[in-house]
């Protein structure tokens, strides 16, 4: 009966089913673009996570590793105090101390090599993959998968650095930061290949647990209190701007909902009620009938029931067709791969929906349930 | 047996001007089987008397005891009840809900019942077979002629074979040869046990009725 009314007299129904629908496909849009950009940022925070840099206080850089950018005249001289890795291992166990030192390729090219302890590397690159192996001996190598096609060499290859033979025990697959264009050897190896035992152009350190999170601010603050005369930073590699984009869409999902929220009980209220002044007398013909209030009631709230149904539907769809078209828009990387489409931002908008309708229908129904049976029909 | 007692009756509307008096005291006694024929000038409180026989409308004073219940002591929810079981209201202007078919609009009182709903059809269908409309039973009542219209609406109020039939002016909106089917078709009800009270502007319905109730001014002349 309920459903008979809405498919021969939609009228303002449909106007409500627009209103709702539209209010969740904004919200809905929002959700989904979060949740999709959200899950690529921290899948890339976990892989490459925060991570905190102990540097040499910084002067004229321009070349760059990790991000840190050095310069390449004077960054050879530019190196930590001797005690820095000693102070920051006493402050954190897993610090991945690092060389940078520019030598001569094959082809009388600049190549920045950098000197790595390996085990310290592994652990806080664990989003690196690779061809080959991880070097072991002081006489493999790492390299850069740009470097490695430019050179034409491959897993296993021997290439000559510092007058030396080195084999190339892997390739780094692509990351496109600036590892790909590096050489990454043993520390020791390069401290001694390069004349300058013992020397560390920086340190990283990254706190375990979910990235971007407090511990690694707190991380910096107390190596920063350990080593003074340096310059430690926390460094995040996903770009702070999609951060910010992610932060901008997350702030508007409470606030749109709230809106959209009170948008759809408005027009649900101002319909039932409309409805609750021009059904009268059909409510007192089934108050006559023998239907009780609860009886009228459930027949009018199935109605907003069944709209309010309908539009979580066609909103869920508007808005995830929306989201899936802003996206690749707003932040190409996640665009890219395509909507996260979770059944509980589906479930969400229909609850919500549901209740937004039923509550707001629920005073001028029962208004209308209560009608006086004798008055509505006037002609008994 | 008496199916119906009213006893000293009284209805007062409010109005802007102090309460108006629709009913002054009106008793009666129906029953089982018979025709009971509402004549009257108009506002002379018939359709009042009709809403308060069938639980529709709380008398100021007065009670009414319908097959041993006292109508107007029951909660709201046991009113509506007693309606659903008890009696079959036929609207003047039949009130059929347009957007409902002939059979949805015969099944309304049902809906509210515990019958399982293919037997709701099957009543609904006998009781459209009982007014001579079973082929319009997918039609919309718009589709339909205001006989059968009204017709819809006598099958609406026996589909339960509720023991009590109200009908306010069954025949005032049909021509007089429509009008006397319709009259058969009380005839018929009320002749296989079932009471009715009906209210009539149309003389040639009287000799229908087993009894003629007369009202003036709120009373029963
Ligand atoms: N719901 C109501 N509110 C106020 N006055 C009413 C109402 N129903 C009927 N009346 C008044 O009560 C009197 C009797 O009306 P009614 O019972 O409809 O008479 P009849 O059916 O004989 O024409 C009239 O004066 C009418 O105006
Ligand atoms: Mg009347």
Redesign the pocket.
């Known amino acids: 009966m309920a459903l008979a009314h809405l498919r021969r007299r939609p009228g303002k129904a449909l106007i409500v089913l627009a209103g709702l629908a539209v209010a969740a496909a904004i919200v809905v849009s929002l959700l989904d673009m979060a949740l999709t950009m959200g899950e690529e940022l921290s899948r890339e925070l976990e892989g490459r996570g925060a991570r905190v840099l102990i540097s040499p206080v910084k002067q004229d850089w321009t070349l760059s590793y990790s991000g840190l950018t050095l310069g390449s005249a004077s960054f050879q001289a530019q190196e930590l105090p001797v005690w820095a890795l000693d102070r920051a291992r006493e402050t954190h166990p897993e610090v991945a101390p690092k060389l940078l030192h520019v030598t001569t390729g094959p082809d009388g090219e600049a190549v920045l090599a950098v000197g790595v302890d390996w085990s310290e590397e592994r652990r806080l690159r664990t989003h690196w993959s690779l061809e080959g192996r991880y070097p072991e001996a002081a006489g493999e190598v790492l390299l850069g998968s740009e470097l490695a096609s430019q050179w034409d060499v491959r897993q296993g290859a021997t290439i000559r650095l510092f007058g030396r033979a080195y084999e190339v025990a892997g390739v780094l697959d692509e990351t496109g930061l600036e590892e790909d264009g590096v050489v990454l050897m043993s520390l020791t190896e390069l401290q001694d290949r390069a004349g300058r035992p013992g020397s560390v152009t920086f340190i990283e350190a990254s706190a375990p647990g979910p990235a971007a999170g407090k511990a690694q601010g707190e991380l910096k603050d107390r190596l920063a209190a350990a080593l003074p005369g340096t310059e430690v930073t926390l460094v995040r590699d996903v770009e702070e701007a999609r951060l910010g984009l992610l932060d901008r869409i997350r702030s508007l999902i409470p606030l749109t909902a709230v809106l959209a929220v009170a948008a759809g009980s408005f027009l649900v209220a101002a319909q039932q009620y409309a409805m609750a002044r021009e059904r009268t007398r059909e409510v007192g013909l089934l108050r006559a009938f023998g239907y009780r209030e609860g009886h009228i009631m459930a027949v009018l709230l199935t109605e907003v029931l069944a709209v309010a149904c309908a539009a979580a539907v066609l909103g869920w769809s508007a808005g995830t067709a929306l989201a899936g078209a802003l996206l690749p828009l707003l932040d190409p990387a996640s665009g890219a791969l395509g909507l996260r489409l979770d059944p509980t931002v589906f479930a969400a908008v229909l609850a919500g929906s549901a209740a937004v309708g039923l509550t707001a229908a629920y005073w001028p129904v029962r208004r209308a349930a209560r009608t006086d049976p ?2 509505a029909l ?2 008994l | 047996m008496a199916l119906i007692e009213a006893v000293d009756v009284r ?1 007062e ?3 802007g001007d102090g309460p ?1 008096a ?2 002054r005291g009106v008793s009666l006694t129906l029953d089982t089987g018979e025709l009971l024929a509402v004549v ?12 308060i026989l069938g639980g529709l409308n709380p008398p100021t004073a007065g009670s009414v005891t319908v097959d041993g219940i006292d109508v107007y002591s029951l909660g709201q929810d046991r009113l509506a009840d007693f309606r659903n079981e008890y009696v079959g209201f036929v609207f003047q202007e039949f009130q059929l809900l347009p957007y409902l078919t002939v059979l949805q609009n015969v099944m309304l009182p049902l809906a509210v019942t515990d019958i399982p709903p293919r037997r709701q059809v099957e009543m609904a269908e006998k009781a459209l077979e009982g007014v001579g409309l079973v082929g319009k039973a997918r039609r919309l009542p718009g589709q339909l002629s205001g006989g059968e219209q009204e017709r819809v609406a006598i099958a609406r109020a026996i589909v339960n074979e509720p023991p009590l039939i109200l009908a ?1 002016e069954p025949t005032g909106a049909l021509d007089s040869a429509t009008g006397e089917r319709i009259m058969e078709l009380f005839a018929g009800l009320h002749g296989r046990g079932r009471s009715v009270v009906m ?1 009539t502007h149309n003389p040639d319905n009287l000799r229908y009725a087993t009894r003629v109730l007369t ?1 003036k001014d ?1 009373a029963v002349q």
């Open positions: 004798a008055s006037r002609m | 209805k509307y409010p109005s108006v629709a009913l009257g000038p108009s506002g002379s409180g018939k359709s009042t008397l009709l809403g306010d209210v009202m709120g």
